[in-house]
């Protein structure tokens, strides 16, 4: 089986090191001979130094030579890994990918056009890393009624909120440790803003409902926004704070979510701090299943692509995935609790109002004199309520914050 790597940063070279490592044990267990036959980088010069340069090649045209069996796409954006994952599929390889931002943008498009050319289309490590997620959803969990994934499938954001938490630091701060260490880019955007999670959480669910979903209809709210107050109301509610990916069915449609949240301690996805992933399904049939995970890194993600590839040999079934239509919920479904700041600069006015908007509801009342804060813990609504009152609030400032409920279910 000869294999066409693209791209050899930290997960290609990642995942040359494992195919390598494991050739042997293919071959003693399947008998198959795997061979990395090229790997094509832009600059082949920078890895004239390494045993294996011979391999480097910046010639796009050897993905397509007739001996390739398999295409390992390990490059980011769309382009041009859009059209080396086309052409590949469509001279019939079968395509390994960890770029979700494709899989989200052209899911319906390439796999499609893999089952039309009886190749597979794999992407395990565009969701979670080094989580095994994607397979089990479309094996293991087929059939068992999933209601709801509950997750935290950006680790940058994680790390960050977890350093901001634990240590008491500025966003800013955070983030600079972040990069430093590699958790997060030079330019960061596509993580702290929630798109990253988007994208991954779209795939998620088109995987597990059946239904289309366009990462760019997902209400999307980052972390760039959250101060040291937040944390500190956070830590008085004796609560996590969290950027949640949320996919739930409902009557009337499915709510798609990224957004900050808080989360009681007792619930598991609460305890999934730094770089790490966590995902929480929820089904009519299996109960609870969580998974957790190193959500990137060299060797997680790797890990994920050669399961694709193990896949692969094991000659795993190519069906035809088939996805309907659905209405996507930009509000949160059920009636539970939520934490709003009010920054006011008038404290007596703004309490009044608070006392009528939310006369009917119970609601637990604070408030920080020297920030010109109040805060309101109010029980047991929807979230379209929330907004409707909170258009009332024109000379006030405010976020809110679903809170997310402990794993027993107790009132919260």
């Known amino acids: 089986m000869n294999i066409a790597l693209l791209g050899y940063g930290t997960v290609g070279s990642g995942t040359y090191e494992l195919i390598m490592k494991n050739k042997e044990m293919i071959k003693d267990k399947y008998n198959i001979d795997i061979n990395i036959k090229s790997i094509l980088v832009r600059n082949k010069q920078k890895y004239e130094n390494l045993e294996h340069y011979n391999l480097f090649t910046t010639d796009s045209n050897v993905i397509f030579d007739n001996d390739i069996d398999v295409v390992i796409s390990l490059i980011g954006g769309l382009n041009p890994s859009y059209d080396y994952v086309k052409k590949a599929l469509k001279n019939k390889k079968h395509v390994i990918t960890a770029n979700k931002d494709l899989i989200a943008e052209y899911f319906i498009e390439l796999n499609n056009l893999a089952y039309e050319n009886n190749v597979s289309l ?17 094996s293991m969990l087929v059939g068992n ?61 088109m995987l597990t409902f059946n239904k289309y979903i366009s990462w760019k209809d997902i209400k999307t709210t980052g972390i760039t926004n959250i101060d040291a107050l937040d944390i500190k109301y956070a830590k008085k509610l004796d609560k996590k704070i969290k950027l949640f990916a949320i996919s739930k069915k409902s009557e009337n449609g499915i709510y798609l979510g990224v957004r900050p949240v808080y989360i009681e301690k007792s619930n598991q996805l609460s305890k999934i701090d730094n ?21 990137a890194g060299k060797f997680p993600t790797a890990s994920s692509v050669f399961s694709d590839l193990i896949s692969i040999i094991n000659k795993s079934p190519i069906n035809k995935i088939n996805l309907g239509e659905t209405t ?44 010109k804060e109040i805060t309101v813990k109010i029980y047991n609504v929807k ?16 976020k809110y914050y679903l809170i997310i409920k402990g794993d027993s279910d107790v009132e919260n």
């Open 383 to 398: 979230e379209e309520f929330i907004k409707k009152s909170l258009k009332k609030f024109e000379d006030e400032s405010y």
């Open 328 to 371: 996507i919920l930009e509000n949160y479904p059920d009636s539970v609790n939520w934490f709003i700041r009010f920054n006011s600069n008038n404290f007596s006015k703004t309490t009044e109002k608070i006392f009528k908007v939310f006369n009917s509801y119970k609601f637990d009342l604070n408030t920080i004199e020297f920030n």
């Open 145 to 205: 009624n999933v209601d709801s994934i509950y997750s935290i499938i950006n680790g940058t954001t994680n790390f960050i909120l977890s350093q901001m938490y634990e240590n008491n630091l500025s966003y800013d701060e955070a983030l600079k440790i972040a990069q430093d260490l590699g958790f997060a880019e030079s330019n960061p955007s596509s993580d702290v803003e929630g798109l990253d999670a988007s994208r991954k959480l779209a795939i998620l669910t």
């Open 275 to 295: 770089e790490y992933n966590g995902i929480h399904i929820k089904s009519a049939l299996t109960g609870d299943i969580l998974i957790y995970g190193k959500g």
């Open 122 to 138: 794999n992407y395990e490590a565009s969701v979670g890393g080094g989580i095994p997620i994607l397979r089990p959803l479309n």
